[in-house]
């Protein structure tokens, strides 16, 4: 037979029946319906991330094999981006004139800078961001037009280097919240205000926001890949600086996750060696650009290669030697916590995955609301777990208003 020419759900049935195992024996062990299963196979539906993992782990290959050309469906994020935050995106939120055109820079890099350390540390990191978010995008973006025909050009390089930071944090802030369309769109702004500002340093960043923004959608792994090389061979010949070498090494980091995604577990471990390792080594531990790159996140990365490669077993077995208390990002711990969560449950060790949630819970509560993963997680442990742990998993479930 043909593999690489089936498409998702005959690739799925063929691995079934060469188990000799029955739709419903399978479905069961999933936590999905006969019925479900029988559509997938027959091409009618398409699995959702959570489903497609476990049905590898229960036809005991890995997700890899049980894909074709097509891209891995990822969970979709609501929109929970704050109206008043994207009208404030839009030029539609009420800002104060800049005046004179030298006072709107004061400020604004200390204003930026706590921001993003909010945007890192804060267990209500939406709330307290989207508290601020509207007012300094006002002032950011008037004190860019104040400064455009500036007759200083080391205060307009200021200002145009703040905008890129703070377009960056935007980034993530509107990927987080489901809005990509907000995402792309700032992270295009990042990039001409580095561009502006002529700083190989934030150019890179601004092209690093890009391969994160690429990443997140399905079908442009390849271009995120891509944009993350030429950034970091362009960064390269620009600069050879300690922080140059850290924001080259989070560049790779886009790259190897873009070939996780698209099935290359081989590649991403190649690249994370060869790559990736010498850099972290050499610059150590850090958060230059608000990047944390250094060898906790290339562990990290580590583990999410083989998660993705549905090897549970190995993706823990690493994550047992992960460190992650001195991180300076509770979005990465987050990010983490969740995959390990993930890889408890491909092993349907479902005490481990309800202790996993409930960690999340009280690192990032606003995080796990957010978290498609995270609530598919809930709600089939609400579904399947046993009466020991259906309390406290059922009891989560609601705090997140999913019963």
Same mark, same amino acid.
């Given at each position: 037979?043909?593999?690489? &020419?089936?498409?998702?759900? $005959?690739?799925?049935?063929?691995?079934?029946?060469?188990?000799?195992?029955?739709?419903?024996?399978?479905?069961?062990?999933?936590?999905?319906? %006969?019925?479900?299963? +029988?559509?997938?196979?027959?091409?009618?539906?398409?699995?959702?991330?959570?489903?497609?993992?476990?049905? &590898?782990?229960?036809? %005991?290959?890995?997700?890899?094999?049980?894909?074709? %050309? +097509?891209?891995?469906?990822?969970?979709?994020?609501?929109?929970?981006?704050?109206?008043?935050?994207?009208?404030?995106?839009?030029?539609?939120?009420?800002?104060? $004139? +800049?005046? +004179?055109?030298?006072?709107?820079?004061?400020?604004?890099?200390?204003?930026?800078?706590?921001?993003?350390?909010?945007?890192?540390?804060?267990?209500?990191?939406?709330?307290?961001?989207?508290?601020?978010?509207?007012?300094?995008?006002?002032?950011?973006?008037?004190?860019?037009?104040?400064?455009r025909r500036s007759t200083d050009p080391a205060a307009r390089r200021e200002i145009l280097r703040t905008a890129a930071d703070l377009y960056g944090l935007l980034r993530s802030y509107c990927r987080r919240a489901g809005r990509l369309d907000l995402s792309l769109m700032v992270a295009d702004r990042a990039l001409r205000a580095a561009e502006d500002a002529d700083d190989p340093l934030r150019i890179a960043t601004a092209q690093w926001n890009l391969g994160h923004v690429l990443l997140s959608t399905a079908g442009d792994e390849h271009a995120a890949a891509d944009v993350a090389r030429s950034a970091a061979e362009d960064l390269h010949r620009a600069l050879s600086t300690p922080e140059a070498l850290a924001v080259q090494g989070a560049l790779e980091l886009v790259a190897v996750v873009a070939q996780a995604r698209t099935r290359r577990a081989w590649a991403a471990r190649e690249h994370l060696e060869a790559r990736v390792r010498p850099l972290a080594e050499q610059v150590g531990e850090g958060n230059v650009q608000w990047t944390v790159f250094g060898p906790t996140n290339l562990e990290l990365h580590a583990v999410s290669v083989e998660m993705l490669a549905g090897d549970a077993t190995e993706a823990l077995r690493l994550a047992d030697q992960v460190d992650t208390t001195q991180l300076p990002s509770r979005e990465r711990q987050f990010t983490f916590i969740l995959e390990v969560a993930r890889c408890y449950d491909l092993r349907r060790e479902d005490a481990a995955v309800l202790v996993h949630l409930l960690e999340l819970e009280e690192l990032a509560p606003e995080d796990l609301e957010r978290s498609p993963l995270a609530r598919e997680l809930v709600l089939s442990l609400v579904e399947r777990s046993r009466p020991t742990y259906r309390r406290k998993a059922t009891a989560l479930a609601e705090r997140l208003s999913l019963l």
């Open positions: 037979m043909d593999l690489p &020419a089936l498409p998702l759900g $005959p690739r799925i049935r063929h691995h079934r029946e060469r188990r000799g195992r029955t739709q419903a024996v399978v479905a069961g062990l999933c936590g999905i319906t %006969e019925d479900y299963l +029988s559509q997938i196979e027959r091409g009618l539906k398409t699995p959702s991330y959570h489903v497609l993992l476990r049905l &590898a782990a229960e036809l %005991e290959v890995s997700v890899a094999v049980l894909l074709d %050309e +097509s891209a891995v469906p990822q969970p979709q994020t609501p929109d929970t981006a704050a109206d008043h935050v994207v009208r404030a995106l839009l030029g539609q939120y009420p800002t104060t $004139p +800049s005046g +004179s055109g030298t006072a709107p820079g004061i400020g604004l890099r200390t204003r930026v800078d706590d921001l993003w350390r909010t945007w890192q540390t804060s267990p209500t990191r939406f709330t307290a961001t989207e508290a601020v978010l509207p007012a300094l995008i006002g002032d950011v973006e008037d004190a860019v037009r104040a400064h």
